[in-house]
């Protein structure tokens, strides 16, 4: 960062450079393969005295001049500006190291100046073999001067050795010098034959022309037979990640890639038409398309060359946006603009705060993109994004994709960088959301101790059932659960009713209905798969529809109970935040844009196809490749849907605190839909249980990875545990079968000392967790207590009394079933002893909140 950035808006992106470079590139490639086809045609035509040939060959040699020496020394110098005022700390890097170097190569490059022009004007003046030699000269000079710049063209990419001991012969001479100057050497064979196709189809004699053209056939198939052996060395030569990136891992260069196979095909097929029968008008034809497809063939490759460097533009050096990799750190404790010679803001305040992130954005991102124009143009990849998405993409920038460098300046430079280019440069205003005004009523359910015998209890399996709620093509989710449900014989021993029984339900505001069969192992009624959404038949929002639950004596048809029960769903999953688009229901919803990017961007970091696979009318579902937990995995391969989830997006949200659930989870007016039982109420909040996002991720990912799941480490490489130390300390989990512990915090069910952490505490097996344990009688938890998340008291954002409807019922308070001295609830006389769990013969300690909860 010693040098000021040249601005270039539109023509950014390296549009200037790759214009300039491939253009040259192609014709100094033809201007050391094109004099030794001088040469040998010269030797040919006097070996076999064609006067013909020999005149077609001064011609050609006057057209050789003057398209190496005059265009491609003027973009060879335009190389040399462009490259300085883009990258000037790379320029510098290579002229000192190789002073040396570069000066043998001018060298070289005045004797192939020299040696040329003695050959053009030597023609006919000077014997035969003389004016050959002259030829091979220039031909040498050429070669050698390949030689010169392949060392350190080559040097950028695989430095080698270089890296440790800066020795000017190792960086030279580096590992892939060789497989360059060859691969190099073969294309050189390959342009020359197709611009000697080019003149040679202007010849009027047709038997001098079609002797000509077919031996410049035989040079393009001889260098394009010569390339794919070596190619694979020098594929094998390439740094691991580059090797990685070419093959698949970076979405960016794969279109190349199939570019420059198909030109090689394509190059093939009309090298070997050449050998036909023409027409005149036909063989430049050829010779036009041949002379196209080798600029475009060399394009492809030099693109494919300098995106597999990515993020470097000095391999493990130098990134891309000029930053020295070993000064990463000071950058990020430091900052950018404090270590950047030219910067004006040193110091960021909400004053200078746009144009601080101005200067962050040409330090740090003008180097790859522009403003507008052709080439990665920074508008169209960050239109979608929000503040908070913009955010998030910089924090994980560089870390699952290796193609772009990670962002290394501090977290307030990271916020400036997001602001500049959302409300700059995407000319986005911050539109505060609309806060829903929602008021959601209920009957309370009535009970009569004095007359009612059976206590009815019923819950569903989760707190809240989130899903997509996006079109029929796309599903994150599914707004389908499990009820369950306890029927109990009041008496000092009450008996669990099992037999002679129907329960049935129904959900009125969705004209649901259905019964429950009883499963002798939870000791419950079930109904699973019920289909219930956020918005009733009226088509009214409202995320905690009721059902109601009555128990009817199978006999005597008369009804025994009834309750009432919310089954929560919502589709107010925060994808959009990152994913660009819109609610699709005002509050709630993916909608087709959100899930048609989410869809794009598993498609590029993925190499999948499903974006267009939707678009053609065929239904994505997330868990049709990601099972739900390991033991559905019948692949063996793919991360289950939470590891992959949370462990990709751990990478790009590194708030350690519950905020970050609620950018993603079911969430209004920053406040969670799903989490609203008692220990929100008390500031106990996902990250004492669950631990922060990459940790929550890390316990989900070391799993899988420890079960052969390689993918997973991709995740893992980047994540820092904010509750351990060390990920190596990290215990693994299945999701939804090892979970916090409830016993970690409430030892022997007593009060927490303080609010500690459920982290890395799991249950030992399905039969442990909250959801599906049960006490010494038979009784769930879930029965008294209340669904995950929703312990009682809860409180609902939109009818305070609506999640603990059961607790009111049965002894007209929201705390647990048989909670504060409760027990005759359904012992009808209080106990004195603990008959379900220990120590549950105590005051309710959270008084305080019971007026709050109603």
């Known amino acids: 960062m010693n040098y000021p950035v040249w601005e270039l808006y539109a023509s950014g992106g390296g549009l200037l450079i790759a214009m300039i470079a491939i253009l040259h590139v192609y014709i100094a490639h033809f201007a050391v393969g094109g004099g030794l086809y001088l040469v040998l045609c010269e030797y040919r035509a006097h070996h076999n005295q064609q006067e013909d040939l020999f005149a077609y060959l001064q011609k050609h040699a006057r057209f050789f001049m003057l398209l190496t020496m005059v265009l491609g020394g003027m973009t060879g110098v335009g190389i040399w500006f462009t490259m300085a005022l883009l990258s000037p700390e790379a320029s510098s890097i290579l002229i000192h190291q190789f002073v040396f170097a570069w000066a043998v190569e001018w060298l070289l490059f005045t004797g192939e100046i020299i040696a040329l022009f003695i050959y053009y004007y030597t023609f006919n003046r000077v014997q035969s073999e003389t004016h050959i030699r002259i030829g091979w000269f220039y031909f040498g000079f050429a070669w050698l001067s390949l030689f010169m710049i392949n060392g350190i063209v080559s040097f950028m990419l695989t430095p080698g050795q270089w890296l440790e001991t800066g020795n000017f012969w190792h960086g030279f001479f580096n590992p892939g010098f060789f497989p360059s100057l060859l691969f190099r050497t073969a294309l050189t064979l390959v342009f020359a034959g197709i611009f000697g196709l080019l003149t040679a189809a202007t010849i009027e004699k047709d038997d001098l022309r079609t002797s000509q053209i077919r031996y410049c056939g035989k040079w393009i198939l001889t260098g394009l037979l010569l390339l794919p052996v070596f190619a694979h060395f020098y594929f094998y030569s390439l740094p691991n990640i580059s090797e990685i990136m070419i093959t698949g891992g970076s979405p960016e260069i794969q279109p190349f890639v199939g570019l420059f196979l198909l030109l090689f095909v394509m190059l093939l097929a009309c090298g070997g038409m050449v050998f036909l029968n023409l027409s005149q008008k036909q063989q430049k034809i050829i010779s036009y398309s041949l002379l196209i497809m080798g600029l475009l063939y060399m394009g492809s490759f030099e693109w494919i060359r300098e995106a597999a460097r990515k993020p470097y533009i000095i391999h493990n050096y130098l990134y891309a946006n000029q930053l020295y990799k070993k000064d990463t750190k000071i950058y990020k404790e430091q900052g950018i603009l404090k270590t950047a010679k030219w910067a004006k803001n040193k110091i960021i305040s909400p004053e200078n705060m746009q144009d601080a992130g101005h200067e962050l954005f040409l330090i740090a991102c003008s180097s790859c993109h ?307 039982g008692i220990h929100a109420e008390l500031d106990v909040s996902c990250v004492n249980c669950h631990g922060s996002l990459s940790d929550h991720a890390l316990s989900l990912l070391v799993h899988e990875n420890a079960n052969g799941k390689d993918s997973a480490q991709r995740y893992i490489n980047h994540l820092k545990p904010k509750c351990i130390e060390n990920v190596k300390d990290i215990l693994p989990r299945k999701p939804w079968i090892q979970e916090p512990d409830c016993m970690t915090c409430h030892i022997n069910y007593k009060q927490p000392d303080s609010t500690g952490s459920g982290f890395n505490q799991w249950t030992s097996g399905e039969e442990r967790l909250f959801r599906n344990q049960m006490g010494d009688a038979g009784i769930r938890c879930t029965a008294c207590h209340g669904a995950p998340h929703v312990i009682y008291p809860s409180k609902n954002l939109f009818d305070p009394d609506r999640d603990h409807l059961q607790p009111l019922q049965y002894q007209s308070s929201p705390v647990p079933i048989g909670g504060d001295e409760r027990c005759s609830t359904c012992h009808r006389v209080n106990m004195d002893t603990n008959y379900h769990h220990e120590n549950m013969l105590q005051t309710f300690r959270n008084v305080h909140l019971i007026e709050i909860y109603q």
């Open 370 to 676: 522009s403003v507008g124009g052709p080439m990665n143009d920074i508008l169209s990849l960050t239109q979608k994004y929000s503040l908070t998405g913009m955010e998030a993409r910089l924090i994980g920038q560089g870390k699952i994709t290796p193609y772009m460098p990670e962002f290394h300046g501090t977290s307030q430079e990271r916020s400036a960088l997001a602001q500049y280019i959302v409300h700059e440069l995407n000319q986005q205003t911050s539109v505060d959301s609309q806060p829903l005004m929602l008021t959601l009523t209920h009957s309370q359910p009535t009970f009569n101790p004095e007359t009612q015998d059976f206590i009815l209890m019923a819950w569903p399996n989760k707190g809240m059932h989130l899903y997509s709620g996006s079109s029929e093509f796309f599903e994150l989710g599914r707004p389908s659960g499990k009820i369950e449900a306890q029927l109990i014989r009041r008496g000092e021993l009450p008996e669990h009713v099992m037999d002679g029984v129907e329960l049935i339900y129904r959900c009125d505001s969705q004209n649901i209905n259905g019964s429950m069969t009883y499963d002798d192992m939870s000791m419950t009624f079930v109904s699973e798969n019920l289909q219930i959404s956020e918005f009733d038949q009226n088509n009214q929002y409202n995320p905690y529809p009721i059902i109601f639950i009555e128990a009817w004596d199978s006999e005597k048809k008369t009804c025994m109970a009834k309750t009432q029960m919310v089954f929560a769903v919502s589709s107010s999953m925060g994808c959009k935040n990152c994913h660009g688009g819109s609610w699709k229901n005002g509050h709630s919803g993916l909608s087709e844009e959100t899930a048609e990017d989410i869809l794009r961007t598993h498609d590029r970091i993925s190499g999948t196809a499903l974006a267009r696979s939707m678009k053609n009318g065929n239904g994505q579902a997330c868990t049709s490749c990601h099972p739900s937990t390991s033991s559905k995995d019948k692949s063996g391969k793919t991360l289950t849907l939470s590891a992959s989830m949370h462990g990709f997006h751990a990478n790009y949200i590194d708030d350690p605190s519950a905020k970050a659930c609620l950018n993603c989870h079911a969430a209004i007016n920053d406040t969670s839909l799903c989490y609203r």
